[in-house]
């Protein structure tokens, strides 16, 4: 989906308008809202991730852990916040 404000300018609606509206939908578990960039419509139906979708999560999921590591978390601190993010999207 387009941003909040890119969905202002298509539609021709109010900045706060659309940005109420977003965070409805979020609160309802129908979107993610990414801050400042995108925002990604949730389809608990879709198809099961392909050998490549895998492999690029992974290729991220490393890239955040090598940084967290770098920054000093310990292992049970990511654990910790991979967690609290999984049950906020309902991953887990």
Same mark, same amino acid.
């Given at each position: @989906?387009?941003?909040? &404000?890119? @969905?202002?300018?298509?539609? $021709?609606?109010?900045?706060?308008?659309?940005? $109420?509206?977003? $965070?409805?939908?979020?609160? $309802?578990?129908?979107?993610? &809202? /990414?801050?400042?960039? /995108?925002?990604?419509?949730?389809?608990?139906?879709?198809?099961?991730?392909?050998?490549?979708?895998?492999?690029?999560?992974?290729?991220?999921?490393?890239?955040?852990?090598?940084?967290?590591?770098?920054?000093?978390?310990?292992?049970?601190?990511?654990?910790?916040?991979?967690?609290?993010?999984?049950? /906020?999207?309902?991953?887990?």
């Amino acid at each position: @989906m387009p941003s909040i &404000r890119a @969905m202002a300018l298509q539609t $021709k609606l109010n900045l706060h308008t659309v940005h $109420k509206s977003y $965070k409805e939908l979020q609160l $309802k578990g129908l979107i993610i &809202r /990414k801050p400042h960039s /995108k925002v990604f419509i949730i389809n608990p139906h879709s198809s099961p991730l392909n050998d490549s979708d895998l492999q690029q999560i992974s290729i991220e999921l490393e890239q955040v852990i090598v940084e967290a590591y770098v920054l000093g978390l310990e292992q049970h601190q990511l654990q910790q916040i991979f967690s609290d993010i999984s049950q /906020k999207y309902s991953l887990s």
